[in-house]
């Protein structure tokens, strides 16, 4: 083998090393031409980095998650947006309950326990455990007991919730409003839930006048209120200025018999407002306050 020929390619070169140069050829190096783009494998490199780290962010999401609600046979997944148009739609969910869709609706899944009315109307016929689904609007939270009820969002915000059978509490920015069976209560998008009302109550139009703004209006909501109106006016009792609660509470008192301090009422005592809302036979305050530490 001629040496000086590997070393400085000097002298007759050797068959064996010629036959070795030939099979290598194709990986050599090959210098770009003068002038040639000096940028462009520095562009190569980057972009072929910038692959690499989006696979490998891709690898590290989360996957899309599935919540418990279908539409039709889709499985909804957590984050979708459902938008009925002209049409109605159903979803539903074996753990939770059958939540029905009206026209002209919008609707987000949050997860399986929680959804949100964008606007539209939702009717919800739910059987999952008393606190375990509540549905989220621009302008309150509903929190299911257990029942059935009817919600209506505008696109205003603003929105209607009627009770079919069970209790749905509203709650908005430390408001709460409670909601029995037949009864309904508006709710604002500027100030949370309203006063509860039963559908037949002769005060109503005094009542939306009054959560309208017209603080004349409380005296015909007080004379026309029934027995069974306790639950609005117990509403009141802490909707009202501190300067009218007295005529609330005498109009309260002759209508739902009850033995307790005025001066703890009107300063707001919680134990003295337990006392009144157990006097109207409705449910026992042990049993809402109870959930309402859950779901707060």
């Known amino acids: 083998m001629n040496e000086d020929y590997l070393w400085d390619r000097s002298g007759p070169p050797d068959p064996e090393i010629q036959h070795l ?33 989006a696979i490998a962010l891709w690898q590290l999401l989360p996957a899309p998650q599935a919540s418990v609600w279908k539409e039709g046979l889709s499985l909804l997944r957590a984050g979708q947006v459902v938008r009925t148009g002209g049409v109605e739609t159903t979803l539903e969910s074996a753990e939770v309950g059958r939540v029905e869709l009206g026209p002209e609706s919008e609707l987000r899944v949050e997860t399986g326990s929680k959804l949100l009315l964008q606007r539209g109307m939702l009717r919800a016929l739910i ?18 007991l257990g029942c059935a009820y009817t919600l209506q969002v505008q696109p205003s915000g603003d929105g209607l919730l009627r009770v079919e059978f069970g209790w749905v509490a509203f709650q908005f920015d430390g408001r709460e409003s409670f909601i029995p069976e037949g009864a309904a209560c508006v709710t604002r998008k500027q100030t949370g839930p309203g006063v509860p009302f039963y559908e037949d109550a002769p005060l109503r139009p005094a009542l939306t006048a009054f959560e309208a703004g017209d603080s004349t209006a409380l005296p015909a909501i007080l004379r026309e209120a029934r027995p069974r109106d306790g639950l609005t006016l117990w509403h009141l009792l802490t909707r009202v200025p501190e300067p009218e609660r007295a005529a609330v509470l005498d109009r309260f008192r002759q209508l739902v018999p009850v033995q307790v301090s005025t001066e703890a009422v009107l300063r707001g005592d919680a134990h003295a407002l337990d006392t009144c809302w157990n006097a109207l036979n409705l449910d026992n305050t042990s049993w809402w306050r109870g959930w309402e530490r859950t779901w707060k």
């Not at 002038?35 to 490199?45: D, E, I, S, V």
């Not at 059987?127 to 689904?133: E, G, H, I, K, T």
Request: charged share 20%; glycine share 6%; net charge positive.
């Open 127 to 144: 059987w999952a455990p008393p606190r375990q689904f509540v549905v989220d609007t621009p302008s309150a939270r509903a929190v299911d």
């Open 21 to 53: 140069e030939r099979t290598l050829a194709p990986f050599g190096y090959r210098v770009p031409p003068r002038g040639a783009n000096k940028w462009g494998t520095a562009f190569r490199l980057a972009a072929a980095a910038a692959v690499i780290v």
